[in-house]
């Protein structure tokens, strides 16, 4: 007789994997998304990739890992304080036929929104690709001076 150690946690991961495959499957159709520029509605994201945000002094840094998608598939806009990231990663078709037992490198549409601080400026923003990251680099508008205000009596 073997003893099997019982970890609750390994359940409630096979469930929420469970419940990731049905909403990436989207059998019903289309989701509804805030996000769409173009007639209010966008597909879900199919994948999400990695994101990193730093602040530093003069700037904030975000890298996010797409690996294998061109920059022409990318598209970056910052609007009312958000920042929104657009890409898409396409599938190899190859006319063989290829017998696959497992694929796990996902394919498909994806979009990030971030909010903003006030402290971001629009007019500062790049974005670059290279080595299958994606560098955005939003530059910080410069803090209004406080200066002091006279009180007088009258």
Not at 81 to 102: A, F, P, T
Not at 142 to 152: D, E, G, P, Q
């Amino acid at each position: 007789m073997n003893l099997t150690r019982y970890e609750p946690t390994d359940l409630v991961s096979g469930i929420q994997e469970d419940i990731n495959k049905l909403f990436r499957s989207r059998p019903w159709g289309r989701w509804m998304s805030p996000f769409d520029d173009d007639s209010n509605s966008i597909l879900s994201s199919e994948w999400t990739p990695a994101t990193d945000i730093k602040e530093e002094d003069n700037q904030f840094v975000i890298k996010v890992d797409v690996p294998g998608i061109d920059a022409k598939d990318i598209d970056v806009s910052m609007s009312n304080g958000n920042l929104l990231i657009k890409g898409e990663r396409k599938s190899e078709i190859k006319e063989e036929r290829e017998d696959y037992h497992r694929i796990e490198r996902t394919y498909g549409i994806f979009h990030r929104s971030f909010g903003l601080p006030d402290t971001a400026d629009p007019e500062k923003v790049s974005a670059e690709v290279k080595d299958g990251v994606l560098d955005i680099t939003i530059g910080k508008k410069k803090a209004a001076k406080a200066h002091k205000i006279t009180v007088r009596s009258k």
